[in-house]
């Protein structure tokens, strides 16, 4: 078997079961984050070619974009980041005022959140690479996981979603709002039971709150607000849009709106009971069954 | 200018200087680990064609190697490790039983020392990369850094230099030791001034600990222990062996000898003042400076 046939999820399943569970460690692998104490962290990845492109991103995009989805996974959970370590693979030849405006894409976005870059590697590698890990904080009482969304609750985004796929990707950053201000309303006002960013689809980020609620979803399809030029199919599986997608029981949904104020916000969908399993009701009123979407590495 | 010109060391005198710097960051750029509050935080990667190739090395050794390089910082600083965070690249071809079998060689060192592989990331890239940053946790009065050697201390050097050197670097992880023992007797003993690990080579490393601690050096090449088939220049610059080189004070000697019991210990040099810099006393007696040399990326 390939890795192609697989995909990514399949590998992150095949891998999750770790040799040894330490008892600090409050949530491993299957969050956007992991949980040790009230340290968050996560870490993600961009290689030439598959996230990007150099002919289209420019290394300053690239930097601030690759600090932005880490702290879009730490915010996600109700965090702040705090700490960043920056891994950079490039080739000899690339010009040192490239990784320069990289860093300084990096800086732009570290300087006005106050994250420090403490550590890193430099390595040579044939295309450019940018890992990064980003430690966060939160208290625990603050916390939101993927897992905590109950039978009745509404599924709420902000935002608008199928741009970046509309647009074919073109990683350009201006683009994106970064929604660290909204989650932490939403975690600090205890009135939602569960949240995600939205960067692997919005189907996707329903379809793992349900993995980690046990429980089922149904998400109106006529209610997702598209983003200028998006299919329905775009805005449903497109991803790469680092909304949030959270669930809040329907007495609090006013209460909630009130506390996001002026921020574009959308009743997506239902949580239902996990033996219906996850649909999207699409347009013509039907009930569509959904397994999967959204963007997947490998496949 | 290309990176190639610049080289790793270049390019880490350029970025390290960070945008924000935190009140809880103790240690940031500049060591093996950074020290946040008690937690230390060091990440490696490896990438195909740069660090290893496929046909020599099997993806076991290379799940294994790929931790045992970032325990290895945990341990110069005196720490113990904790948790890891798994980042793999890998082509959409490759086998699903290869990436098992690396994740087999990282699971095989990790519950060995009780490390709990919390997170990762998994994407699809053109060539092998394993990245894994690694949390560990220190008690501040065991913390030993490259900072603290003081003119007169001896410096002292674990096992045999120059192997991998002599080997063509040929990653095969058997032949690694790990000094995760000997560098908790070292950092609780209080006896030493400071330590590094190895990796960069015997010369790269007093070189750095002279940096960090504002110190000179002379290193005494006739007492450097090679590995067999080294020659003394491969020993003295070969790096890669993940050896403890730390710097201790002449009265200390005896004392840390005996507490390290069988393992190979090595006077390899004594620290001098700063003006004097960093040289190396030949087989002919005579000294040479040394400006860097060791392995360095990019160049």
Same mark, same amino acid.
């Given at each position: 078997v390939k890795l192609s046939q697989l995909g990514e999820f399949g590998l992150i399943e095949l891998v999750k079961k770790t040799p040894a569970k330490r008892k /600090?460690?409050?949530? +491993?692998? =299957? /969050? /956007?984050c992991a949980l040790i104490g009230d340290l968050l962290i996560t870490t993600d990845t961009l290689v030439e070619n598959t996230h990007f492109r150099l002919k289209k991103t420019s290394f300053f995009d690239l930097g601030y974009y690759s600090l932005f989805i880490n702290v879009s996974d730490i915010a996600a959970m109700g965090g702040e980041p705090t700490h960043a370590f920056v891994t950079i693979g490039a080739p000899g030849k690339t010009n040192v005022k490239s990784i320069q405006q990289l860093y300084k894409g990096i800086n732009a976005l570290a300087r006005k959140l106050k994250i420090d870059i403490a550590g890193g590697d430099t390595v040579s590698s044939s295309k450019l690479i940018v890992s990064i890990t980003l430690l966060g904080k939160v208290e625990k009482k603050h916390l939101l996981t993927r897992a905590g969304a109950r039978i009745g609750d509404m599924i709420l985004a902000t935002g608008e979603f199928g741009g970046p796929a509309a647009r074919n990707? #073109?990683? =350009?950053?201006?683009n994106y709002e970064l929604r660290l201000k909204e989650s932490g309303i939403i975690a600090k006002s205890k009135l939602a039971t569960s949240m995600i960013d939205s960067s692997d689809g919005l189907v996707r980020s329903v379809l793992e709150i349900c993995k980690s609620s046990k429980v089922g979803a149904l998400i109106y399809s006529s209610e997702v607000p598209r983003s200028k030029g998006a299919t329905v199919k775009q805005a449903l599986? =497109? +991803? #790469? #849009?680092y909304e949030l997608v959270f669930t809040v029981p329907a007495k609090n949904i006013s209460k909630i709106k009130r506390k996001l104020g002026k921020t574009k916000l959308s009743i997506v969908g239902e949580i239902r009971t996990r033996s219906k399993g996850v649909g999207v009701l699409n347009e013509r009123g039907r009930i569509e069954a959904v397994k999967a979407g959204g963007f997947e590495h490998f496949k």
């Open positions: /600090d460690t409050s949530l +491993g692998i =299957g /969050d /956007d990707y #073109e990683l =350009g950053i201006t599986h =497109g +991803g #790469e #849009e």
